[in-house]
């Protein structure tokens, strides 16, 4: 049993435990090109977290990692085979139960590791800051902790390089053979300010790409998932530290 992970403590172990902060993973069930399995994101993010929990635990922290809610908002993927899609409006109800929790039993912090990019955890985070005053609740997308440019060479957003690199390493018997893996061709609009980004809207993914990939997997290897997994559960290990050892009342200087 991992003293930091809920899922694997009991009540014997948990009855006189005190954690400094939860971490909370969430990811996503949906198509990831057709070599990669409809859970990557939450192989890649319930390793992730148990990873940098440890790291942290190590150095002295008390994290508890509570189990990953595994659908996430996949909106723009209703016509594509059992991506379960769940609304913000339902992430937004579930999030507010478990702040709830952590609230009444006195864990005032909490940390979101988001694995999906279609979770926006932002307007939920400020909203849920108003009615719990007393939480201290926080987020992170773990992509966009380091530098992925100097890890993979091809960009991608979805079931790319990164995302076969770290499937590769983290979970190799459920990748299909190379044979089998799609180039992530993604189109573009034709609304110029999207293609730039300062506007948005969302893709209607089956239009945009054929195999469901955006970004082309075929410089994937374990060896750089490996590297890109250790880089970011080191930098993530010291965010959860910080955490835990912050006074919320004292956040600023
Ligand atoms: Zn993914």
């Not at 279609?118 to 009615?131: A, I, Q, T």
Request: include cysteine.
């Amino acid at each position: 049993m991992r003293p930091y992970i809920l899922a694997e403590s009991n009540w014997e172990y948990l009855k006189d435990a005190k954690f400094d902060m939860a971490i909370l993973p969430w990811g996503a069930t949906e198509a990831h090109n057709y070599h990669l399995p409809y859970a990557t994101d939450n192989f890649q993010a319930e390793h992730m977290v148990a990873e940098m929990a440890r790291l942290a635990h190590e150095k002295g922290g008390n994290p508890i990692v509570l189990p990953i809610i595994p659908f996430g908002v996949n909106t723009g993927q209703s016509d594509i085979y059992l991506d379960i899609n769940l609304n913000p409006s339902t992430q937004m109800a579930i999030l507010t139960d478990i702040v709830e929790v952590l609230n009444r039993q006195g864990i005032h912090k909490l940390l979101i590791f988001n694995g999906h990019g279609g979770n926006n955890f932002k307007p939920l985070v400020r909203e849920l800051g108003l009615k719990f005053p007393k939480m201290f609740i926080s987020f992170c997308f773990f992509p966009s902790v380091i530098d992925k440019g100097s890890y993979f060479e091809e960009e991608g957003d979805h079931a790319d390089e990164m995302e076969t690199s770290l499937m590769l390493y983290l979970r190799p018997d459920l990748v299909l053979g190379k044979e089998k893996w799609g180039r992530g061709i993604a189109k573009k609009w034709k609304i110029k300010g999207l293609n730039e980004g300062w506007a948005w809207a969302e893709r209607k993914w089956s239009q945009v790409s054929e195999d469901t990939g955006v970004g082309n997997p075929e410089k994937a290897t374990a060896e750089k998932g490996e590297r890109f997994f250790k880089g970011v559960t080191e930098k993530m290990s010291q965010l959860v530290l910080d955490i835990c050892k912050a006074d919320i009342e004292d956040l600023y200087e």
